[in-house]
């Protein structure tokens, strides 16, 4: 037994080369290939699952929609539903067409600017988290304002595309009570702009850079000017 697995992973290993061999001829065609590869899968994922829309609803179409990417979702007066990981989940929720959705957690999922059809539809949407999700750019920001009356929380924390730009469209978004914009490497600034974004939103709570929380510590704690005025 010990000598015919390793034969057999060698055969398979074999067609694999032989198989790319033929295909690609260089590594870039390989790039290439594969590139075109992930594109049509994350595709694939943020399609609209329009006859589930039809024949439940928007609500339980957004759930499903966030449930097939891993996520998870809260239902009005509801226990959150979550997904195993491989898009699999209780199919409970089809029976909530009439329950409004209050909260998404979509933390690394590959949504992008398609896949947010399947949220903006959720008008009662009080609480979303797209935490590190690969594909969030400034581009879906500036198509968040369509929850403005609804959406209290947001976390944009640890999203590599999101820059300084996306961040000046959540000026729609005055209700908006609690804002993580934490480690977002393409923000060139980020103690600076996590103060722009609180003037921009002045009910709302940010959270950013530390060093940015640090000044402010510094401040509040200082104690206030009570020299005596320098004789005339």
Same mark, same amino acid.
């Given at each position: 037994m010990s000598t015919v697995a390793p034969e057999s992973n060698r055969?398979?290993?074999?067609?694999?080369?032989?198989?790319?061999?033929? &295909?690609? $001829?260089?590594? =870039?065609?390989? &790039?290439?290939?594969?590139?075109?590869? #992930?594109?049509?899968?994350?595709?694939?994922? %943020?399609?609209?699952?329009? $006859? *589930?829309? =039809?024949?439940?609803g928007p609500y339980v179409a957004g759930a499903y929609f966030i449930l097939k990417q891993g996520g998870a979702v809260k239902f009005r007066g509801k226990e959150w539903i979550r997904s195993n990981g491989r898009g699999h989940s209780t199919l409970e929720f089809l029976h909530f067409q009439a329950v409004p959705v209050e909260a998404v957690d979509a933390s690394d999922c590959a949504i992008n600017y398609q896949g947010l059809d399947n949220l903006l539809a959720l008008k009662e949407l009080q609480s979303l988290s797209l935490q590190?999700? /690969?594909?969030?750019?400034?581009?879906?920001?500036? &198509?968040? $304002?369509?929850?403005?009356?609804? @959406? #209290?929380?947001?976390?944009?924390?640890?999203? /590599? #595309? *999101?820059? =300084? &730009?996306?961040?000046?469209?959540?000026?729609?978004? #005055? %209700?908006?009570?609690r804002l993580d914009i934490s480690d977002l490497p393409a923000v060139s600034n980020p103690g600076l702009t996590q103060i722009l974004v609180e003037e921009m939103l002045p009910n709302c709570e940010v959270q950013g850079?530390?060093?940015?929380?640090?000044?402010? @510590?510094?401040?509040?704690?200082? /104690? /206030? %000017?009570?020299?005596?005025?320098?004789?005339?």
């Open positions: 055969r398979k290993g074999g067609k694999l080369l032989q198989f790319l061999a033929d &295909r690609f $001829y260089d590594v =870039e065609a390989l &790039r290439d290939y594969l590139f075109r590869k #992930q594109v049509s899968k994350v595709h694939q994922k %943020n399609r609209s699952f329009t $006859y *589930i829309k =039809e024949q439940y590190r999700c /690969p594909h969030v750019d400034d581009w879906c920001l500036s &198509r968040l $304002y369509q929850l403005a009356d609804s @959406l #209290q929380e947001l976390s944009l924390a640890g999203c /590599p #595309q *999101i820059s =300084e &730009r996306g961040l000046a469209c959540l000026h729609h978004l #005055q %209700n908006l009570r850079a530390d060093w940015a929380q640090g000044l402010k @510590l510094g401040l509040e704690e200082q /104690p /206030p %000017n009570t020299a005596s005025p320098m004789p005339a």
